[in-house]
């Protein structure tokens, strides 16, 4: 039934536009397949920090190693067909760095960063709800602060294509991952087991991902789709964009306002697609429950909201999250997606050494129990128990 339904959606989409089909279905794939598969972002970071197990991380290295592969081969042979691939050049600032730090303590308090957090609807519950709601009030806040950056010091961000032709850029960037994994390999704990690494999910999350870039000519966003969702919500509200330094742009004002759908832009359609398809995987896995244990706890629903107001406004001070900020950095071979992923890291063991008993960042004891090692394996909020079943 899940699956008639998606298809459901991707015919009455393809009615009205072939390429929102395809959108809305690599939107789904993704969704599935962080649902499904073992692979997940903040799992990775946290078992890297807590237990110095590099597996999730080197999953995630061989994603950004593939998504390389894949820009490489947009920029060289695109232009046959029609294809400008974007690269992303984003200028380091103070902002910048604050606002992935910040974005690091979020994932610690949601216990998920931005597409995790969109992938866990998957099991249902209200903390995920109320962590997705900040996620899209913070990244409109955020954006409305996006004119006082351009008032910032800034340093653009050295490209690597800029100074090497592509195969050597391509090649460049491919070394730099494998030494990466290499060195994590090295650094990896010994009292640390053969834990499953999730590479499969990783390909098949490249898989859609380059998808996405065909389609669309960019990388796979995030936080940009939440935003014009907060921003679409806040004109129902009251709010007048014209008021906006950022939103008043003609260009934005036609995301609001325009003859066009808030709901079929791009960014917006992918992470409905994103978040249907998790829906629709966690309703035959039977992950899916309109509430869980401890739930309502409302220190735990608290500490869930201010995480994603902050993943949400410090990623758009850091213009993206870990999908787009990082990985788009990394496949556009520019060294801000390196500084991103530095700084929310070091936002996210902060939070993690300050969770202790009482405070806000503390996991609590149902939870906490699933970050030790052990047969369970958290990816994305979602728990594999001792008997196998999600």
């Known amino acids: 039934m899940p699956g008639a339904l998606l298809l459901a959606a991707a015919f009455a989409l393809a009615a009205i536009d072939g390429r929102d089909c395809l959108i809305w279905l690599l939107g789904c794939a993704l969704g599935l397949v962080l649902t499904l598969s073992r692979f997940g972002f903040s799992s990775g970071y946290r078992r890297l920090i807590t237990e110095r197990d590099p597996g999730g991380i080197q999953a995630q ?3 950004a190693a593939l998504l390389v592969v894949a820009m490489g081969l ?3 042979f695109g232009a046959a067909v029609g294809l400008e691939p974007k690269l992303l050049r984003t200028p380091l600032s103070l902002p910048f760095l604050g606002g992935a730090f910040l974005f690091g303590v979020g994932i610690a308090l949601a216990r998920g960063c931005a597409c995790g957090t969109l992938a866990a609807t998957s099991r249902g519950g209200w903390g995920v709800m109320v962590a997705l709601a900040g996620l899209v009030v913070g990244a409109f806040l955020g954006s409305l602060q996006r004119p ?3 008032a910032q010091p800034q340093v653009l961000s050295p490209v690597i294509l800029d100074h090497l032709a592509l195969p050597w850029t391509v090649l460049l960037q491919l070394a730099g991952l494998a030494l990466l994994a290499w060195l994590l390999q090295r650094w990896r704990g010994r009292s640390i087991g053969s834990s499953p690494v999730p ?3 990783a390909a098949l999350l490249a898989l859609a991902a380059t998808g996405v870039l065909l389609v669309t000519g960019e ?3 995030v936080l940009w789709g939440l935003a014009i969702t907060g921003a679409k919500a806040a004109t129902w509200l009251g709010w007048n964009p014209e008021a906006s330094g950022f939103w008043s742009a003609p260009a934005r004002m036609a995301l609001l306002q325009g003859p066009r759908p808030w709901w079929l832009q791009e960014a917006v359609l992918l992470d409905l697609g994103l978040i249907s398809g998790a829906l629709a995987g966690g309703f035959s896995g039977g992950t899916l429950r309109w509430r869980g244990p401890g739930e309502l706890n409302p220190s735990d629903l608290m500490r869930r909201g201010i995480g994603g107001l902050a993943m949400g406004f410090g990623g758009l001070l850091a213009s993206g999250c870990n999908v787009n900020a990082f990985l788009g950095g990394v496949m556009s071979f520019s060294l801000h997606g390196w500084v991103w992923i530095i700084a929310a890291l070091l936002g996210f063991a902060t939070a993690l050494k300050w969770s202790g008993p009482g405070t806000v960042f503390s996991w609590g ?14 990816s994305n909020g979602i728990t594999k128990n001792r008997k196998g079943g999600w």
Do not use: I
């Open 74 to 76: 947009a920029l060289a």
């Open 199 to 201: 590479y499969g999910g």
């Open 219 to 221: 990388p796979w966003k």
């Open 148 to 150: 006082l950056l351009a």
């Open 61 to 63: 290295l061989l994603l």
């Open 365 to 378: 004891a149902a939870e906490s129990s699933r970050c030790q090692p052990g047969p369970s394996m958290e």
